[in-house]
């Protein structure tokens, strides 16, 4: 980065751009993966013999190494270099892909999926480090609106993607399809990502790491163990959280004590950094949990297929397209707390019609609200990131894009667990159909359950009045549910409120680690 790049807000050169396209195609494989193997759970129980709950471990496993791995890489950016990480990253995430592809059993697909998320864990953080150190301050927001489209469109095309794919071809392809997109993506990182010249100074703080990655890990293991247990008191469930949270806890109190601890909350005496990331935490948990339930809404009470469930996502999509390059300049020349309380009125007008959802709510209705939603999408989460991190130093980047990213994995596992929890336990009240049972288990079939399977073409020999009062008890548990995630969006305006209104000017020093000019504000932004 130069003074030039610190100098041109109202450009993005050709040199940055081409960073920024690394940084992209590695983001898009890592959220990608996520939601198209979300859709290939039904096809992993058939293929390897297995129940949901072990097939879930697909996504828990990758969401566990992603916990473990994350709170190391801003300490191994500053040690290695983030080029030398990030192509390491790739390869990893790459590889994994393949063996996945290769797995005959699911304990095996579990393995590998690890493996994918040591290498996905990094990705994120080392790519937002990248970018940032790239733009310069007067920049970050155009750049991190390119980097928001994976962050946002994924959830989207994912369903799409993954639902063409198993039809079209096979399971194994929802890996393989990252095979060509790694290899062009480390070749590309050769070519296009400045060269490496760390100066490592810093020592691995091992006590940090032995109660962080393991805390962290087992609270989300926990918290994900929620929807399989539908209650707290599973020992399962808060044993685990307990145990986990107290090595978090101990890790809060003991990272002050050494000069360079694993995960620098330190950060956080940066008002301006704390307010950004309080908002983002909230708002991850309100909309990543209840976003994950409109899909599931048009699968389980519209009986869509999964192509089509995906499709009718896509108005989301377009309007944070439309959005979210305005919203990057505009976070580039106008204090993100002036933009972004609209940009949420916006997200609070879409999801307040899913509250009002029934078995026959109009499509036109939905997608006009899903494009609603997506306008304010578009207006949210960069700008947030682009607060919280526009203020740190060269040095800092790193450390700060590592916080920003556990507060967003946490945000986002806590947010589906208490969206599943609150969604199985309406659908538990259903009533029992007497005398039906479910054939693979022998246990009692409730109505909401034989709407469901009829909605997905299994033969019911049961009266239609029965089905179409379980499909519309489906239907307001879903609506219950959705009510939930409005309030969290509602709550989300409380540290909002709190985002910086005036623009401060930066200052630019040298930092001593990278030889570049980076920005360091005299007030916090």
């Known amino acids: 980065m130069t003074d030039t790049a610190a100098t041109q807000p109202a450009k993005l050169d050709a040199a940055v751009l081409k960073i920024a396209g690394v940084v992209v195609l590695g983001a898009i494989m890592s959220i990608l993966d996520i939601t198209v193997v979300s859709v290939a759970l039904p096809t992993f129980q058939t293929e390897f ?79 937002m480090t990248i970018m940032t150190r790239a733009a310069g301050p007067e920049r970050i927001g155009r750049l991190m609106a390119v980097l928001g489209i994976p962050m946002l469109l994924g959830p989207i095309g994912g369903p799409i993607l993954g639902g063409w794919l198993i039809e079209a071809a096979s399971w194994h392809w929802v890996f393989l399809i990252n095979l060509p997109i790694g290899i062009i993506g480390l070749v590309y990182a050769q070519l296009a990502l400045p060269k490496d010249d760390p100066k490592p100074s810093e020592s691995f703080d091992f006590v940090g790491m032995l109660m962080l990655s393991p805390g962290l890990a087992l609270f989300l293991f926990g918290v994900s163990s929620l929807p399989e247990t539908g209650t707290i008191t599973a020992t399962k469930v808060w044993v685990t959280m307990l145990i986990g949270a107290l090595l978090v806890i101990g890790f809060v109190f003991y990272s002050f004590k050494p000069k360079h601890p694993l995960l620098d909350l330190r950060l956080f005496r940066n008002r301006r950094l704390a307010v950004s990331t309080i908002s983002l935490f909230v708002f991850i948990i309100a909309f990543m949990g209840a976003g994950l339930l409109f899909p599931s809404y048009f699968l389980q009470v519209r009986g869509e297929s999964t192509l089509h469930a995906g499709l009718l996502m896509a108005p989301q999509g377009i309007g944070a397209m439309i959005t979210m390059p305005i919203a990057g300049t505009l976070a580039d020349r106008i204090p993100v707390g002036r933009t972004v309380p609209f940009a949420m009125a916006l997200i609070a007008a879409g999801f307040f019609t899913f509250t009002q959802v029934g078995t026959d709510t109009s499509y036109l209705l939905l997608c006009g609200s899903l494009f609603v939603m997506g306008l304010g999408m578009g207006g949210t989460m960069m700008p947030i990131m682009t607060s919280a991190l526009r203020t740190l130093t060269s040095h800092e980047v790193a450390r700060g894009s590592t916080l920003v990213n556990i507060l967003q994995q946490i945000g986002g596992s806590i947010g589906t667990a208490i969206m599943s929890v609150i969604l199985t336990s309406h659908l538990n009240g259903s009533a029992e159909i007497p005398g039906a049972t479910n054939p693979a288990t022998g246990e009692p079939i409730t109505e909401a359950q034989a709407a469901i399977a009829a909605q997905h073409g299994a033969q019911m020999q049961l009266p239609p009045d029965i089905l179409q009062r379980g499909l519309s008890f489906v239907a307001d548990s879903f609506a219950s549910t959705f009510w939930v995630g409005f309030i969290l969006v509602l709550a989300t305006f409380v540290p909002i409120a709190f985002l910086p209104r005036k623009k401060e000017p930066a200052t630019v020093a040298t930092s001593a680690d990278e030889g570049d000019a980076v920005p360091t504000p005299v007030i916090m932004h």
């Not at 097939?55 to 828990?60: I, R």
């Not at 992603?66 to 390491?88: E, H």
């Open 49 to 127: 013999n297995a129940t949901y709950a072990q097939v879930a471990w697909t996504l828990t496993g990758y969401t566990l190494a992603l916990a473990t791995v994350i709170p190391l890489s801003g300490w191994a950016a500053d040690r290695f270099g983030t080029k030398r990480l990030y192509m390491l990253a790739l390869f990893l995430f790459t590889a994994g892909s393949v063996l996945c592809a290769t797995a005959g059993s699911i304990e095996q697909l579990v393995g590998y999926r690890v493996l994918q998320g040591l290498g996905g864990g990094m990705l994120m953080p080392l790519g």
